[in-house]
């Protein structure tokens, strides 16, 4: 059973950074594209970032420039480094795994709150 397990959420104030991760366990890392979504109160979730087996990245317009999404496939971890943070980037932020064979086959994360705020 393929498991997903995040961590690194937490309060920051405006323009400040914080990281999050997401462990992935039951099955082979490198099989997945890895991506995180968040959703922010009454809205829907939405794309953040997401990076393929051999790296290659794609990110919403909202953070481009400022969120960085990693992989390390030794470790089965996922990473989002997450700059210049802004009130609106404040949402549940979820960790997910699609099977780049099999699509219909992902996975999510339980889910970790970042709140921005002064």
């Known amino acids: 059973q393929v498991q997903l397990v995040e961590s690194g959420g937490g309060l920051v104030h405006p323009g400040g950074s914080l990281g999050l991760s997401c462990a992935l366990s039951?099955?082979?890392?490198?099989?997945?594209?890895m991506g995180w979504y968040r959703q922010a109160p009454g809205k829907q979730r939405e794309l953040v970032a997401t990076i393929s087996s051999g790296g290659t990245t794609n990110y919403a317009d909202s953070v481009k420039g400022r969120f960085t999404i990693s992989r390390d496939n030794a470790k089965n971890t996922a990473y989002l480094q997450m700059n210049s943070l802004k009130p609106e980037d404040t949402a549940v932020y979820y960790c997910n795994a699609r099977n780049m064979w099999v699509p219909a086959r992902e996975y999510w994360g339980q889910g970790t709150q970042v709140t921005v705020s002064s």
């Open positions: 039951g099955s082979i890392f490198s099989i997945y594209i």
